[in-house]
């Protein structure tokens, strides 16, 4: 894949799948700016990168706050004259439990970043891609905007607007010649998977292995998803090989989920 020198914003950059992503991009020539709320997280993306001869700046992103997503992009401008890429990656597991035991600050905290998050950065991407002339938006949704999961009402809503803003700045951004996309990720190795399978575990009264064991046989391929493959999938979605999608949910979950 040729993403060479293509300006590309990674939200949530500083670890996990966001980490993935930047470190994959920039393997495959992107300048990459690491977005993220985690400074640590942050620097430690970006001096990844610069060791293995990439090339990468932080700066630090509060996707809940305008002011700050503003600043991001007036750096990325000045800095690097443009973006071409912008992906937006940060998100929160948001609350767990029965719907009547959510409360209306933890639904609007959570929903703050999935979605008030995505449509700040979607809104301040579009003028600056516009004035590139062409440009390429990647949201991260999940399965769970297709296959609901029990006692996250939250998470699935928020995931499932991210698919609907998607599909809608599709249509709107193509005549500035601007795609936007979005990858529904399955179930990804990583910290936030381990919690989840301890939770389970505890919860069924069962080893972390076996509840492991459980999950992955949701997929034909009985595995989860490493998170360089989300990586690999966004590359070529980003990339001009990918000229001709728009508004497409793209689903990586080792076939967990079909449609
Ligand atoms: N891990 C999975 O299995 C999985 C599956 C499907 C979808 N996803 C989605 O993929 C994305 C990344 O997931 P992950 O597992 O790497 O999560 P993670 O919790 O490991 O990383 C999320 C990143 O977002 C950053 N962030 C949080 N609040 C922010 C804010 N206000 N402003 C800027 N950055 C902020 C965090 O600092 C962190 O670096 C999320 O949108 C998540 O919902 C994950």
Known sequence: MNLNDKVTIITGGGQGIGRALSLGFAGYGATVIVADI???GTQGTVDIIRKEGGKAQGVHLDVTDEASVQALFK?????????????NNSGVAGPKGQTESVTLDDWRQANS???????LMCKHAIPVL??????????????SAKRPLIERANYCA???????????????????NIRVNAICPGAVEGPRQDAILRHAAAAAGISF??????????????????????????????SDKASSMTGQDINISAGAWMC
């Open 113 to 119: 970043i999935n979605v008030d998050g995505m449509f």
């Open 209 to 238: 292995e076996e509840a492991a064991a459980r999950k992955k046989s949701n997929s034909p391929l009985n595995s989860f998803v490493p998170p360089s493959h989300i990586a690999e999938v966004a590359a070529f979605l980003c």
């Open 75 to 87: 750096v990325a401008v000045e800095t690097f004259g443009g973006v071409d890429i912008v992906i």
């Open 38 to 40: 985690n400074e640590q």
């Open 158 to 176: 928020a995931k499932a607007a991210v698919i609907g803003l998607t599909r809608s700045l599709a249509l709107e951004c193509g005549q500035w």
């Open 130 to 143: 516009r004035n590139r002339g062409k440009g390429v938006i990647l949201n991260v949704s999940s399965v």
